[in-house]
C-alpha cells in the first residue's frame, strides 16, 4: 500500500473475499479502491464500516473512486453501493477507451 492509506478487508472462512484501500485523502475526499470476490456476498457491518471510515471518523465530504468504461461488473457495483458518475476521461483507460470517475457525497450515503 501507499504511505498513507489505509486498508480493510473482509474475511470469510479464512479467506480475504472483500477488501478497500483508501488513498488520497485531503481534509474533503478521499479515493476508494475496492476489491471483492464475484459472488461473495459482503457483511452490512462490514459495509458500513467502508462507509463510515470516510464520512464520520475522516469527516469528508466525498469519497471518489474511478472503474475502466469497460469494466461492466465494476460499474454496476458501484452504482448498487450509490455511487454517481461524475466525469468521463476520454481514452485514460488500459484498453484506450474511457475511465468513469464516480462520487459518493455523504449527504447521499445511505450506509452512515
Given at each position: 500500500?501507499?504511505?498513507?492509506?489505509?486498508?480493510?478487508?473482509?474475511?470469510?472462512?479464512?479467506?480475504?473475499?472483500?477488501?478497500?484501500?483508501?488513498?488520497?485523502?485531503?481534509?474533503?475526499?478521499?479515493w476508494?479502491?475496492?476489491?471483492t470476490?464475484?459472488?461473495?456476498?459482503?457483511?452490512?457491518?462490514?459495509?458500513?464500516?467502508?462507509?463510515?471510515?470516510?464520512?464520520?471518523?475522516?469527516?469528508c465530504k466525498?469519497?471518489s473512486?474511478?472503474?475502466?468504461?469497460?469494466?461492466?461488473?465494476?460499474?454496476?457495483?458501484?452504482?448498487?453501493?450509490?455511487?454517481?458518475?461524475?466525469a468521463?476521461?476520454?481514452?485514460?483507460?488500459?484498453?484506450g477507451?474511457?475511465?468513469?470517475?464516480?462520487?459518493?457525497?455523504?449527504?447521499?450515503?445511505?450506509?452512515?
Open positions: 500500500m501507499v504511505a498513507g492509506s489505509k486498508g480493510i478487508g473482509l474475511e470469510r472462512d479464512g479467506e480475504l473475499i472483500a477488501g478497500v484501500v483508501y488513498e488520497g485523502y485531503n481534509t474533503q475526499n478521499v476508494m479502491h475496492v476489491g470476490t464475484p459472488g461473495k456476498k459482503w457483511t452490512m457491518e462490514y459495509l458500513r464500516y467502508c462507509f463510515y471510515y470516510p464520512f464520520v471518523e475522516l469527516d466525498r469519497v473512486g474511478y472503474v475502466e468504461a469497460s469494466n461492466s461488473a465494476a460499474r454496476r457495483f458501484d452504482e448498487h453501493l450509490g455511487f454517481q458518475q461524475e468521463v476521461l476520454k481514452g485514460a483507460a488500459s484498453d477507451g474511457d475511465v468513469i470517475l464516480y462520487v459518493m457525497r455523504r449527504e447521499d450515503c445511505r450506509y452512515v
